[in-house]
């Protein structure tokens, strides 16, 4: 499975020496160049670039519940609810029926992964993984229409 992840030029040596510590991931291209930005604007300094990684083992996946908490763009509230009530359908011990809220546990990545396309790698992912890297101003630009 490819996934990406948002990052700047200025982790990049140390990523390729020692890989990728409990990196967050996501499926949508465009939202890693946001990241990538993010990661950037925090002291200014590097490129903000996107890896492209390919994933062949799932079990280090784990719910990214800040980006469930917090995501993007209010584009997603539509998608975060179905699976915030899927979840609960699925499993009705996660729900605390007086709060109303729904606590989804760490090993459950698909529900992130499918409400807002992201999940977190516990663990070293390996840099042998990164299949491109890619600046994110050009991913950008084409989805410069949103
Ligand atoms: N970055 C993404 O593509 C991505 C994907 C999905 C969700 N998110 C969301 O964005 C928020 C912030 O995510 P973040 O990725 O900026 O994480 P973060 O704020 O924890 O920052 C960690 C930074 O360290 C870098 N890093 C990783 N391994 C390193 C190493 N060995 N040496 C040096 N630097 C290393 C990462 O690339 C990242 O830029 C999270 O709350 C998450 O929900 C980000």
Sequence with gaps: MIVYHGTSTKF??????KGLKNPYV?????????????AVDKDLSGKPIVLMIELTKFGNLRYDGPAMNEPLSSA?????????NKAARE????VNKKHGTVSIPAREWKYSWGGVGSAIYEG??????????????EIK??????
């Design 12 to 17: 990049l040596k140390q990523i390729r020496a």
């Design 26 to 38: 996501t499926k949508i291209l465009k939202d890693a160049a946001d990241y990538a930005y993010a």
């Design 76 to 84: 997603y509230d539509r998608k975060r609810n179905l699976w915030w």
């Design 91 to 94: 499993h009705p011990e996660w």
């Design 124 to 137: 070293i992912l390996g840099a042998d993984a990164i299949r491109m890297i890619l600046p994110a101003g």
């Design 141 to 146: 630009k084409h989805f410069a229409y949103e």
